[in-house]
């Protein structure tokens, strides 16, 4: 069953409204509509692209809150983030993020979106890296998009806090690492550990 466009666009601005984060080619599989006609929609409705929608809620939500480097240094871009706990952060894979020849993603890309969120989660103005434990586990290519979720997993009195972080592509795991990370204090809402 056709719908009208109006009746599209209305559906589509909820669905984004929804999942902020679903991107293009999704909406237009769910509309059985192409690529470009979404595109269109979105500008009608002056809805921006992905990955302007996953800056504003990274830069209205956690610029403020990231304490060991700029928000603007962070691999890839926050979608949530509780400090000392927990964060996510979603990389698109770029043909700059890619080799020509193979359009396989650099691995540098991937432990640098894992490394800065692994700093990013640390409720502490010095984060530092002091090992780390990776794995990747299958290539990643150009024009997926790897979710990268941290999970503070260990913090000990001697400045140290470990972190693990998970990257997915399409619920299929792609790298893992174990972060143990430098911080200059452990002080938690007026504790001292």
Known sequence: MRRSKKERQ????DTIKAKPFITDEALAQQF????????????????PELRERIKSVATDNWNETVKALPIDEIIGEIIDLELDERAISILEITSDLVFSRNKIARGHHL????????VAVINDPLALTAN????FTRQVVEGERVIAKA?????????RTVVE?????????VFT???????????KEGEQL
């Open 132 to 135: 780390a434990d990776i794995k």
């Open 151 to 159: 999970r503070v997993v260990d913090t000990d009195k001697q400045k």
């Open 165 to 173: 972080v998970n990257s997915q592509v399409d619920n299929e795991t």
């Open 111 to 118: 432990f640098a979106q894992a490394n800065s969120l692994a």
């Open 177 to 187: 690492g174990i972060f143990e990370m430098y911080r200059s204090n452990q002080e």
């Open 32 to 47: 059985k509509v192409s690529i470009q006609t979404i595109r269109l929609d979105r500008m009608e409705l002056n809805i």
């Open 10 to 13: 209305a559906i589509l601005r």
